[in-house]
């Protein structure tokens, strides 16, 4: 019996079409005593994994048949219209089917016909080895086959990446010209040799450490006015009148002596002098003149 394929419900491929011929005992074609009718078709129904139930479909609404089909002798054509629902759910996915000739009264070359198979078929996407590649066992995870692909339309996949690269870089300019690339973008504006730009550029160069520091040490006292800055602060110590000689040695003089006690300092030695008690002095004479 010939498999006709897969069909679906809905969408495309939802018609099962397909022709057979009857013929008398000596071998040619002939006529059933009366054209055939869709009620001489019958379907029968496997849900996968399942025997072949022997619950014909029970509607023959959606089934057309020809006889004769364009006025030829003992020829039939048949229509299957799997969008036709009126026996509620016999068409259904990942079932199979087949297609029986069973006439009600209608003979062949006087034989009585009792049920001839016809064709079968399935509902639903076509089954696929999902095991084997090139009859090889292949490597699954998570039900997705694993696949090294080492060749890009019979290129090696090293090489096809090569050539992309290549073909790339290797690109006409003149053949940039799509409004809004990259390619555009670059031929628009890089069109011509990077180290020949700043030469005729608008560049300046920074200023040098010693241009900054002179920058501000010749800074105007008169811009820094802002309290807190080390500019203000600079400005206010210069501004104020240094103390006069008399101011500083009357300021040495003044200094209590209960400030000074580091050994070895001037201001601790005279402290520990005690008025009234006699200092003796370490005096070098050289000299001397005594009046009689």
């Given at each position: 019996?010939?498999?006709?394929?897969?069909?679906?419900?809905?969408?495309?491929?939802?018609?099962?079409?397909?022709?057979?011929?009857?013929?008398?005992?000596?071998?040619?074609?002939?006529?059933?005593?009366?054209?055939?009718?869709?009620?001489?078709?019958?379907?029968?129904?496997?849900?996968?994994?399942?025997?072949?139930?022997?619950?014909?479909?029970?509607?023959?609404?959606?089934?057309?048949?020809?006889?004769?089909?364009?006025?030829?002798?003992?020829?039939?054509?048949?229509?299957?219209?799997?969008?036709?629902?009126?026996?509620?759910?016999?068409?259904?996915?990942?079932?199979?089917?087949?297609?029986?000739?069973?006439?009600?009264?209608?003979?062949?070359?006087?034989?009585?016909?009792?049920?001839?198979?016809?064709?079968?078929?399935?509902?639903?996407?076509?089954?696929?080895?999902?095991?084997?590649?090139?009859?090889?066992?292949?490597?699954?995870?998570?039900?997705?086959?694993?696949?090294?692909?080492?060749?890009?339309?019979?290129?090696?996949?090293?090489?096809?990446?090569?050539?992309?690269?290549?073909?790339?870089?290797?690109?006409?300019?003149?053949?940039?010209?799509?409004?809004?690339?990259?390619?555009?973008?670059?031929?628009?504006?890089?069109?011509?040799a990077i180290s020949s730009r700043l030469a005729s550029g608008s560049y300046?160069?920074?200023?040098?450490?010693?241009?900054?520091?002179?920058?501000?040490?010749?800074?105007?006292?008169?811009?820094?006015?802002?309290?807190?800055?080390?500019?203000?602060?600079?400005?206010?110590?210069?501004?104020?009148?240094?103390?006069?000689?008399?101011?500083?040695?009357?300021?040495?003089?003044?200094?209590?002596?209960?400030?000074?006690?580091?050994?070895?300092?001037?201001?601790?030695?005279?402290?520990?002098?005690?008025?009234?008690?006699?200092?003796?002095?370490?005096?070098?004479?050289?000299?001397?003149?005594?009046?009689?």
């Amino acid at each position: 019996m010939i498999h006709l394929g897969y069909y679906n419900t809905s969408g495309t491929r939802t018609h099962v079409r397909f022709s057979f011929s009857t013929h008398a005992q000596a071998g040619a074609n002939i006529a059933p005593l009366s054209a055939f009718e869709a009620a001489d078709i019958r379907v029968y129904k496997a849900a996968d994994g399942a025997a072949l139930s022997d619950t014909q479909r029970s509607s023959s609404s959606g089934i057309t048949i020809v006889s004769p089909f364009d006025s030829l002798v003992g020829t039939h054509a048949v229509d299957i219209d799997l969008t036709d629902n009126t026996d509620s759910g016999f068409w259904a996915s990942d079932c199979y089917y087949e297609v029986w000739l069973a006439p009600s009264d209608e003979t062949i070359d006087g034989q009585t016909i009792t049920g001839v198979q016809l064709r079968c078929f399935d509902i639903g996407p076509q089954a696929v080895n999902v095991t084997q590649f090139g009859g090889t066992a292949g490597t699954f995870s998570g039900g997705r086959p694993e696949v090294n692909a080492t060749h890009f339309a019979g290129t090696a996949y090293a090489t096809a990446i090569a050539s992309l690269v290549s073909a790339i870089w290797d690109k006409a300019t003149s053949a940039l010209t799509a409004v809004g690339s990259i390619g555009k973008l670059l031929v628009d504006n890089i069109d011509a040799a990077i180290s020949s730009r700043l030469a005729s550029g608008s560049y300046t160069a920074p200023p040098s450490v010693g241009a900054i520091a002179d920058q501000v040490w010749d800074e105007a006292t008169s811009g820094h006015t802002t309290a807190g800055s080390t500019g203000k602060a600079l400005i206010d110590v210069l501004a104020a009148s240094p103390p006069t000689a008399a101011a500083i040695a009357d300021a040495v003089w003044d200094e209590a002596t209960s400030g000074h006690s580091t050994p070895g300092t001037t201001g601790k030695a005279l402290t520990d002098l005690t008025p009234g008690s006699p200092v003796n002095l370490d005096v070098n004479v050289t000299n001397m003149v005594i009046d009689q």
